[in-house]
């Protein structure tokens, strides 16, 4: 260790800098592995309440706030700092590198691009001008005619080619979806989405101040041509010439679906011509493809995107399907010029003097002023694997979310919901309510042993029901690990059938007594329950030609061994 | 190396990731130091068209951009990619680290705070549920707690205490402020804020769908109680009981300059009883303390904020004067219950069910939805350095100001446009015009000899001029670096009087001809100007009591020994 590493005032930059940070970095590594060795699986156990405790005694914090805790008078040292906290946060995560994690849109990044994203963190170009990021900014303009030119053909880089803003995520890229349609048609313009379109698209309404958007029943779980064309006829009845925009869904949170764009995309141009011919606002298409957008890169899977390129705008996460560290979004047009409602003058970061002296005028390029240069990392990715290596990942995922369809449908214990779009994997055990499905996820999470996610649909109602109690809950395994082997996928339906209450478990002709499957203690108090006596085995089902020997789950009981699956 | 270093898929998590991590990042420190070798300055020479070209060069890009360039099909491999792109990037930087670097709040960042953001990188969790950041989501809140405790003095912790969220920076948290004064008081509020506010708070307006902000005069550069007033009674004889937010500044963009707080509070609280007594909307107060804040964690000084703790919400950011990397920004109020209005549901993230069980509720932390965990280096930093190291940063940073101040006060040759309020410093060559001032910040810039910025303000006028024509026009220090010392300071000021057309080389009482001064062609062409012969020397002035021997500048010709001041 040497002299730098605890003077907590030395600069990232500069020669001390890179001096210290080899060393601090160095003391950034031990302690994740010191954490992750704690933590002893995908999440830590005990809940809640567990690791706010946890933290509060890492911190020196009193439960009541009043110990100096996160503030202290006089500093520990970078050293100490770094190894406690950095220690608390590893011991403290859900790993989306375990394939045990698998609940949400939350990858595992690649090294590669986590060691780039530090570079970003060391020299701290801001994306705001071109005086604080000159590289940076110059390398970002590439990074984004390159990937909207993948998505919209042709070549970036011309004026008036495909060109894209960086976004912290799919929120703010289908923000600036609606915003881009108010600027260009007032603030009557309409939003029309599907029931299974994201959260975030409503509560861009929201913000923006506009109304509430149209939801367009999904009973399949997609926006259909056919409904989406009922919605517009009938607000066409009710508010004719009112300028429409959109949203259609490229891989929904929930279960991956795609929407089926071609369709969409005509239904959307009838319309357009038909407004604009009678004098009225036009209806626009804004695609969020945050999660499916990245099949782009897979030339066996982009053919499900079909349609995606005669959008207005799209949506593109790469911290999704695309394995960089949060944020790396996308909001990607098909004309570069459309982005000009962003323009915006601060006589600081680009008077006009100095954009005539040809300095570049970022500020237009987000809602932000200063901004992390994200796209670094994502820079080096692309380089580093290459178009195929990315798409060579997102096969592979999408395998590792195939293969665990098949073995759900192998088992006669568990239900699977549909073949996946994605990688989303939707099951149940057999018979089990939502209740119960509830009550094992978070018996799962209490414990420490797998982080599996919750979808609210029926195959044949909403595709965004309205919460768990219409019995439309289903266990959700969102795939983002590539590596996930198939040892890993029996043991999180084995642990999965082991944390079911055990009067939930019948045969798979009976119900489930309402009353039996109860929320666990265990994420409510921070005490984990003792480990559980193993549901009684059940008998392996006939083989099934896609799962092959998948089809014997092993219970997993709550001993130490359950925690490590690959070890 | 090792086996990992070249396999561009392995994650950055699991116990693989930590081996590959370590060398990886020794790929990418080596990057950095060759980089910065090759810039040999603050910034890289050339300008824009010299940066482009490199970056297309190091990319294998045509300038047509069909070459393969940011997106080959196949990969070159982590090694190969980290080495270039970061290389590259250091080699295009414009280092924060540099003392001459010193145009804008783009702070050096820490060491201890870049080498704890690494590790947000590698664990990846997601601040929008609890299952993706158990630990991380934890600490925030502890860390969001403790700094709005220090803004609002008491005890953060207890329900209705002061709180806070984590933002991108402060022109997300001017759009919270500006937002929540939407949802208390409805579409119908009125922004009122000084000529001096930051350009985000009429830019939040636009984006939220309210009015045009009313505009204070701010003759001497900040926001007056006597102006405030004035506003008020217009706005209120014009539209009687129509709520209002104010919008004050606790450090300006372009001066550093601190509204009187206190002052105005009081003209708030005055109209805000008088409104809610004739049953108007009320009137309510929000800070944008985004550079300013800090003081609060120096005991010296941060009393100048006396009153900012009578907001209603206040902006900060550290990656200002908190030597955070991009992003670290705070939106902090006094009682946690007024974020409310954010509250958000989506099934798969805040079940009913889930919150009921004890699954913290973190959806209403951010207008976000999957969100970096950027508290972890700032936690770590607190904890490195505690309350009093951050204050000593923050004086001695203050200081390196004051002293720039003397320096130049101290040099008939300069200019002060007045003492520094934090520490932002504007100064010209005497007699310079806002031409031959652009001129020379071009000219630096273009030539990669310093970074400073530009200030379009005058004394006696308002605090946001209309643009670099006005002749009001400044050159601009922004001086975030704690350890410049005055070297750095006589080298930079060395370097303006050098960069000054010798045309407008002139004695202190004659005018510069407007046509003299002219933008260079370095930073249109890319292709740097011959070496300048350097201006005549000036004699020295007359010592000050204040600059002690600070008043000999020794101009700096353009031999490389300019670029490197510190060798």
């Known amino acids: 260790m040497d002299a730098f590493a605890d003077d907590a005032r030395v600069l990232a930059g500069g020669s001390e800098g890179a001096a210290a940070l080899r060393s601090l970095t160095g003391v950034v ?77 939350h990858c595992p990044p690649l090294a590669v691009a986590a060691a780039a994203d530090l570079s970003a963190s060391v020299l701290n170009p801001s994306m705001d001008s071109w005086d604080q990021a000159p590289a940076a900014s110059e390398l970002e303009a590439s990074v984004c005619r390159a990937l909207a030119g993948l998505l919209y053909g042709g070549r970036g880089g011309v004026d008036g080619g495909p060109d894209a803003l960086v976004t912290t995520g799919g929120t703010e890229s289908n923000q600036l979806g609606v915003l881009l349609a108010r600027e260009a048609s007032g603030p009557g313009v309409r939003v029309v989405c599907g029931a299974n379109a994201h959260h975030s698209v409503p509560r861009a309404a929201w913000l923006l101040g506009l109304p509430e958007p149209v939801r367009v029943p999904a009973p399949r779980g997609v926006l259909e041509p056919a409904g989406l064309r009922g919605a517009l006829e009938s607000l066409g009845a009710r508010a004719p010439g009112a300028p429409v925009l959109v949203v259609a869904t490229a891989g929904t949170t929930d279960t991956g679906a795609i929407d089926p764009l071609d369709g969409l995309a005509d239904v959307v141009r009838e319309f357009d011509v038909r407004s604009r011919s009678g004098g009225g606002g036009g209806v626009r298409l804004h695609v969020d493809a945050a999660y499916g957008g990245m099949l782009l890169f897979s030339g066996g899977l982009r053919a499900r995107l079909s349609g995606l390129e005669r959008a207005d705008s799209v949506t593109l996460d790469l911290h999704k399907l695309g394995w960089q560290p949060v944020a790396a979004g996308l909001f990607a047009v098909p004309d570069g010029r459309a982005l000009r409602p962003l323009d915006h003058r601060a006589d600081y970061l680009n008077a006009d003097d100095d954009t005539a002296a040809g300095l570049p005028d970022l500020l237009g390029r987000s809602l932000r002023t200063t901004r992390r240069p994200d796209v670094l990392k994502v820079a080096v990715t692309l380089r580093a694997l290459g178009r195929a290596g990315v798409g060579a990942l997102v096969d592979r995922t999408c395998g590792v979310a195939s293969r665990l369809a098949a073995l759900v449908e192998a088992d006669p214990r568990l239900e699977l919901f549909g073949p996946p779009a994605l990688s989303t994997v939707l099951f149940r055990p057999v018979g089990a309510d939502a209740e119960a499905v509830a009550a094992v996820r978070r018996r799962l999470l209490g414990e420490g042993r797998a982080v599996l996610g919750r979808a609210a649909v029926s195959r044949e109602g909403g595709g965004a029901a309205e919460g768990a109690g219409c ?97």
């Open 29 to 105: 590594f031990d302690a994740l592995e010191a954490g992750a060795a704690r933590r002893g699986g995908p999440l830590p156990s005990g809940g809640p309440a567990a690791v706010a405790e946890r933290v509060r005694a890492v911190l020196g914090e009193s439960r009541d706030g009043r110990a100096a805790g996160v503030l202290p008078e006089e500093g520990t040292g970078a050293v100490e700092a770094l190894s406690s906290l950095v220690g608390l946060a590893a011991e403290g995560a859900a790993d989306p590198a375990d394939p045990l994690c698998a609940a949400h849109l």
């Open 471 to 567: 019995g439309g809950l289903w266990l959700k395994a969102t795939l983002l690990n590539p590596h996930a082997g198939e040892g890993d996928l029996r043991a999180l339906l084995g642990l999965v059938l082991d944390a079911l209450p055990s009067s939930a478990v019948r045969d798979a002709a009976g119900p489930v007594p309402a009353a039996s499957a109860r929320p666990l203690s265990a994420s409510r108090s921070g005490t984990p329950p003792p480990p559980r006596v193993p549901a009684a085995p059940v008998p392996p089902s006939a083989p099934s030609a896609a799962a092959g020997p998948a089809n014997v789950i092993t219970p997993v009981t709550a001993s130490s061994s359950a925690r490590s699956p690959r070890s």
